[in-house]
């Protein structure tokens, strides 16, 4: 019969998985080479790369709540001191990472001297990145064969450095970096980090560097920086505060003087109080008088407190975990490394296993055709 003549003819894009599991399993060998190599690249990849440690610490901060200032008698007066609220002064805490990633925090973090095992005296990181430190073979080869384009870059850009020197002279209040600094900052971005938990509700601050002792001392060091930053914004709107609680003192002590004056020239030209006329202006007075010298009382006590606000010593961050030396490091992670490249290895090796065996196939329907 027909169906008996008939050739079942084989799909050209079936996966034939039986020849597929054959030419692994054919390739074993040259797949536990690959393994080999990669593992040992990995150990040598884990034992030369950098030593990190990382120290945190995890912050409240704390917001006080708004409040008013005067009260009733200053709203009588038309006086509106809601501009000078004492809790619009707070910042916000999701402004927090962006003064942390700061030039003007990370410079002053960078030239903060910090106590190093292999330095004699407390150095900072500028000096101790360009004399002391040495990272290791790996980070050097990395640098100068994928890096190799950053570093060209570098060496091109480094000729206006004298150009920036200069234009930081003429306008002092642009802050400009060095090309060492820029260096610095870069390390300091990936190092130094604040994260915002804003539904746990606090913040935690990240120092990594090569020392377990450095990077405690670094967190500490931002930490306490972040908080003079923010108490140094609070002061400001403190003091921004004091200026207008006194110019309005000032103010409200001449209406209260003039008040006084006025009843008192009053009262001497009218000696004996005879008509109801008479009566009735000394009320006025006496009701306009009142009134001022209530306003003026309100606003001497909210002077006193505004010179109080000025001085104290609000802490900004409640501390839930403070900064301890880590005992242990945080970077290289040794096994996950060569685990890493093993599995690279693996995909390599079947790569060339089945790219090898593909080539062969090719090579021989080529000569089949001639």
Same mark, same amino acid.
């Given at each position: ?14 996966i ?11 390739? #074993? ?10 593992? +040992?690249?990995?150990?040598?990849v ?13 912050? +409240? ?5 708004k409040?008013?200032?005067l009260?009733?008698?200053? +709203? %009588? ?6 501009? $000078? ?5 707070? %910042? ?6 962006q ?8 410079? =002053? ?24 430190? /040495?990272?290791?073979?790996?980070p ?5 064969t994928?890096? !190799?384009? #950053? ?21 002092? @209040? ?7 600094e /820029? $260096? ?14 804003s ?11 090569p ?15 972040l ?8 002061? @400001? /709107?403190?003091?921004?505060? %004091?200026?207008?609680?006194? =110019? !309005?003192?000032?103010?409200? /002590?001449?209406?209260?003087e ?20 008479? #009566?009735?202006?000394?009320? #006025? ?15 001497a006590?909210?002077?006193?407190n505004?010179?109080?606000? $000025?001085? =104290?010593?609000?802490? $900004? ?54």
């Amino acid at each position: 019969m027909e169906e008996n003549t008939l050739e079942k003819v084989k799909d050209p894009d079936e996966i034939d998985l039986m020849a597929m599991i054959k030419t692994a399993w054919n390739g #074993r060998k040259t797949m536990m080479w690959f393994l080999l190599i990669f593992a +040992v690249l990995g150990v040598l990849v884990a034992q030369f790369s950098p030593v990190e440690y990382s120290a945190k610490t995890i912050m +409240v901060p704390q917001i006080q709540s708004k409040s008013s200032g005067l009260g009733g008698l200053a +709203v %009588l007066a038309g006086i509106n001191l809601a501009s $000078v609220d004492q809790g619009g002064s707070e %910042l916000s805490p999701s402004v927090y990472p962006q003064i942390v990633q700061s030039i003007i925090f990370q410079k =002053e973090i960078m030239y903060t001297p910090f106590t190093w095992k292999k330095v004699a005296s407390p150095t900072n990181m500028i000096t101790y990145y360009k004399d002391y430190y /040495k990272p290791g073979p790996l980070p050097v080869i990395k640098r100068y064969t994928i890096g !190799l384009p #950053r570093v060209i870059m570098g060496l091109l850009r480094g000729k206006d450095t004298m150009m920036k020197v200069i234009t930081e002279e003429k306008q002092e @209040d642009i802050v400009t970096l060095s090309n060492t600094e /820029k $260096v610095m900052r870069s390390l300091l971005s990936k190092n130094l980090t604040l994260e915002l938990k804003s539904k746990e509700g606090y913040i935690a601050l990240h120092a990594i560097a090569p020392e377990a002792k450095v990077a405690a001392q670094m967190a500490v060091k931002a930490q306490k920086l972040l908080q003079d930053k923010i108490t140094e914004y609070k002061i @400001d /709107k403190a003091k921004q505060n %004091l200026a207008f609680i006194q =110019e !309005l003192f000032s103010e409200k /002590k001449k209406d209260f003087e003039n008040a006084q004056d006025r009843l008192a020239r009053f009262r001497d030209r009218n000696l004996n109080l005879g008509s109801a006329m008479a #009566r009735t202006d000394e009320e #006025r007075l006496q009701s306009e008088y009142q009134i001022a010298f209530s306003v003026y009382n309100e606003v001497a006590k909210q002077l006193e407190n505004a010179k109080i606000k $000025v001085k =104290e010593d609000t802490p $900004v961050f409640a501390i839930i975990e403070p900064v301890s030396v880590p005992l242990s490091k945080s970077k290289p992670d040794k096994v996950k490394i060569i685990i890493i490249w093993i599995f690279f290895g693996g995909i390599i090796g079947i790569g060339w296993i089945f790219g090898k065996h593909y080539l062969v196939d090719i090579k021989k329907k080529w000569k089949e055709t001639e």
